[in-house]
């Protein structure tokens, strides 16, 4: 049987350098890391799990929590349009975890089940950490987490402690650059359809929004802003319900990219061009952007920098017990994406 002795042998490090590339350790150099790996593959090497939980206390599984669970459920919230950003998002914290030897679990919420209960069960599992994705504001576990010393990492939601950081986009910056391009291109009058105001990114995005605006000497019309729900059904609403009332804009600003495809159906069953008549963007840049009808205009969100990132800081405070200071969050970098949904005002 392969020892993690003569996989340090090997690679020509030590055995704590191999535990800390086992253990996901951000310590260790990409060049180092990769002299590890190979030669945990050339020598067939299989970490002993078993023996590793007893010894730490803990097992090398990662906890998983989404969104908000009145019900008690999360994988039936999966098929939610309002979800579809985080599907990407999930493949890369999967791949991160793995990469690293640590499992996933997600552990069953009975509904009305206690903030006690939850920690209650993760400390049964052993867990190792949490990864908590997509919180609503006030969610129960939040304040939970962090005070029960579990090391987490929330995405998309706020969290803080000794144990606990939390990754997001820039939304806000996001927001800017998607209107300052609607400026660039004569835009003064345009409509906001985003997603829940009480949500980070929601907040977030309105208020890159509102800078962009400002930066330019113009200010937001509230009436021209329509906060619903993230779902592409609740925008297709949305703007039905403003086209029918006004028809003095030149765009409109979607919170999502699932947002705006309702928003297109909307704006052609009124028969309106795209772009021709009303420009339209969304956010977040998943893969069906490039097939909407016209390609459309996004702000990018970097899911595999913000899935690896995750996994990194979680197993940094998995690994770093004794640390003192506060683990620090990642603010992820957007980008505008331009295609063909948005274009100069129509004279």
């Known amino acids: 049987m392969v020892t993690s002795e003569q996989v340090a042998r090997a690679a020509g490090v030590s055995r704590t350098t191999v535990s800390r590339v086992l253990n996901g350790s951000p310590r260790i150099s ?18 002993d799990v078993v023996a590793q939980s007893l010894v730490r206390q803990r097992s090398r599984v990662i906890a998983l929590g989404l969104f908000p669970q009145e019900a008690g459920l999360s994988l039936s919230e999966l098929g939610q349009t309002r979800h579809y950003f985080y599907l990407d998002l999930l493949k890369h914290i999967e791949q991160a975890a793995a990469s690293a030897f640590y499992d996933l679990l997600m552990p069953s919420r009975p509904q009305n089940a206690s903030p006690e209960q939850y920690i209650r ?21 939040t304040q939970a987490l962090i005070q029960a010393d579990i090391p987490t990492i929330f995405i998309d939601s706020m969290g803080q402690g000794k144990r606990a950081t939390y990754v997001k986009s820039d939304n806000a910056d996001g927001a800017r650059q998607v209107v300052e391009h609607l400026l660039t291109l004569g835009h003064r009058r345009i409509a906001f359809i985003i997603g829940q105001t009480m949500d980070l990114p929601g907040m977030e995005r309105l208020f890159g929004s509102q800078q962009a605006l400002a930066q330019a000497g113009l200010t937001m019309d509230p009436t021209l802003v329509r906060a619903c729900g993230w779902d592409t059904d609740n925008a297709y609403e949305a703007a039905r319900t403003l086209l029918a009332e006004r028809r003095d804009f030149t765009a ?10 309702g928003i297109l159906r909307a704006l052609y069953e009124h028969g309106l061009r795209v772009p021709g008549d009303i420009s339209v963007t969304g956010f977040d840049d998943v893969d069906l952007c490039r097939y909407t009808y016209p390609p459309l205009t996004t702000v990018r969100q970097d ?45």
């Open 121 to 141: 069960s993760l400390h049964t599992r052993r867990v190792a950490g949490t990864v908590m994705l997509g919180l609503g504001p006030g969610d129960s576990r």
């Open 303 to 347: 899911r595999r920098a913000m899935g690896e990132g995750a996994v990194q800081r979680l197993l940094s405070m998995i690994d770093d017990e004794e640390e003192e200071r506060e683990p620090s969050p990642l603010i992820v970098p957007t980008s505008l994406v331009a295609r063909h949904s948005t274009g100069p005002v129509a004279t």
């Open 30 to 47: 990409p060049a180092m890391r990769q002299r590890v790996h190979e030669a945990i593959a050339s020598l067939g090497y299989e970490p």
């Open 252 to 261: 409109i600003v979607a919170g999502s990219d699932l947002m705006a495809v």
